[in-house]
């Protein structure tokens, strides 16, 4: 069973920061990846940050130089920076957790943590 908590939501005007964490718990093994996707209304849900196991990084284009991923591997939290804020950046942020190894890969979410950017 893996359980993942996401935390740091909320509601900030344009410009402003916030940090999102999401803390996995369980039986991780063979951790793969770990990053964060959102959602906005009427819109798929998309990769907006991860890390694949070592360290490799990968943003969306519409984040790269904004937003930043960092993951604590000693307690299995990952970490997301966002600074900047846009108002597209409003959606609920999932934290997603990958487990196996290539191709035999498992994918847990969290609960999802809405992000508002607006005056």
């Known amino acids: 069973q893996v359980h993942l908590v996401e935390s740091g939501g909320g509601l900030v005007q344009p410009g402003g920061s916030l940090t999102l964490s999401c803390a996995a718990s369980?039986?991780?093994?063979?951790?793969?990846?770990m990053g964060w996707y959102r959602q906005a209304p009427g819109k798929h849900r998309e990769l907006v940050a991860t890390?694949?196991?070592?360290?490799?990084?990968k943003y969306a284009d519409s984040v790269k130089g904004r937003f930043t991923i960092s993951r604590d591997n000693a307690t299995n939290t990952a970490y997301l920076q966002m600074n900047s804020l846009k108002p597209e950046d409003t959606a609920v942020y999932y934290c997603?957790?990958?487990?196996?190894?290539?191709?035999?890969?498992?994918?847990?979410w969290g609960q999802g943590t809405q992000v508002t950017a607006s005056s």
């Open positions: 369980g039986n991780i093994f063979s951790l793969y990846a």
């Open positions: 997603n957790l990958k487990l196996g190894s290539w191709p035999e890969i498992d994918n847990y």
């Open positions: 890390i694949t196991s070592p360290s490799s990084i």
